[in-house]
């Protein structure tokens, strides 16, 4: 695969997750070129973020069509119009369809604020995380870059970031801290997976 390699960044909010790739691609840490956000929501303010880069952006929603296979049919001809050979979920928080899992297998990641196989699964996500985290006394948290399957936060994982837990912890603060790790550790595990060194 020629370098650098064409990425598809999803996203579904603020796109801090998204601003670390574009950064690390500038820095020259991430050996690809953002070729389309997708973004299941129009109010995300990632796509501000992608318009100010001038990536090209997509919206994402299954009611839009007749049917989800023609959702699903859809985006998958967007995704080949771009020529993408990655996907990065960055809060995208959707199922990915499963013919897009298919036709990109192990080229689909995903980054959760958890340390899987902990706190993983439907629901968990954002707050929900370190709100269970806390409520399970758990002395440390963090980050896991994983290849995206069929099931939730299921796949290969490809890296953990691990941060503590603090006594006077709020889900808040504790997020805080889980979020710069997500920056730190999202753009090395593409660059590793893109020149295979997973």
Same mark, same amino acid.
């Given at each position: 695969?020629?370098?650098?390699?064409?990425?598809?960044?999803?996203?579904?909010?603020?796109?801090?997750?998204?601003? +670390?790739?574009?950064?690390?691609?500038?820095?020259?840490?991430?050996?690809?070129?953002?070729?389309?956000?997708?973004? +299941?929501?129009?109010?995300?303010?990632?796509?501000?973020?992608?318009?100010?880069?001038?990536?090209?952006?997509?919206?994402?929603?299954?009611?839009?069509?007749?049917?989800?296979?023609?959702?699903?049919?859809?985006?998958?001809?967007?995704?080949?119009?771009?020529?993408?050979?990655?996907?990065?979920?960055?809060?995208?928080?959707? #199922?990915?369809?499963?013919?897009?899992?298919?036709?990109?297998?192990?080229?689909?990641?995903?980054?959760?604020?958890?340390?899987?196989?902990?706190?993983?699964?439907?629901? #968990?996500?954002?707050?929900?995380?370190?709100?269970?985290?806390?409520?399970?006394?758990?002395?440390?948290?963090?980050?896991?870059?994983?290849?995206?399957?069929?099931?939730?936060?299921?796949?290969?994982?490809?890296?953990?970031?691990?941060?503590?837990?603090? +006594?006077?912890?709020?889900?808040?603060?504790?997020?805080?801290?889980?979020?710069? #790790?997500?920056?730190?550790?999202?753009?090395?595990?593409?660059?590793?997976?893109?020149?295979?060194?997973?």
């Amino acid at each position: 695969m020629n370098l650098p390699a064409k990425l598809a960044v999803f996203i579904s909010g603020g796109g801090t997750n998204l601003q +670390s790739l574009i950064d690390a691609i500038k820095a020259g840490r991430l050996s690809a070129r953002i070729a389309l956000v997708v973004s +299941s929501r129009s109010d995300a303010y990632g796509l501000v973020r992608a318009e100010n880069e001038k990536i090209e952006t997509f919206i994402y929603k299954v009611k839009d069509f007749p049917s989800s296979d023609e959702a699903e049919n859809h985006l998958l001809a967007v995704l080949e119009k771009y020529e993408i050979d990655y996907i990065a979920l960055a809060g995208f928080l959707k #199922m990915v369809p499963a013919s897009i899992i298919r036709r990109y297998k192990d080229r689909i990641t995903n980054i959760h604020p958890a340390l899987l196989p902990k706190y993983g699964g439907k629901g #968990m996500y954002g707050h929900y995380v370190h709100e269970a985290v806390l409520a399970a006394g758990d002395e440390e948290s963090g980050a896991t870059v994983h290849i995206v399957d069929e099931i939730y936060d299921h796949g290969l994982i490809l890296k953990q970031g691990r941060v503590p837990v603090l +006594s006077d912890d709020t889900p808040e603060l504790l997020a805080e801290r889980v979020l710069k #790790m997500e920056h730190q550790i999202y753009p090395e595990a593409l660059e590793n997976l893109i020149r295979g060194n997973k």
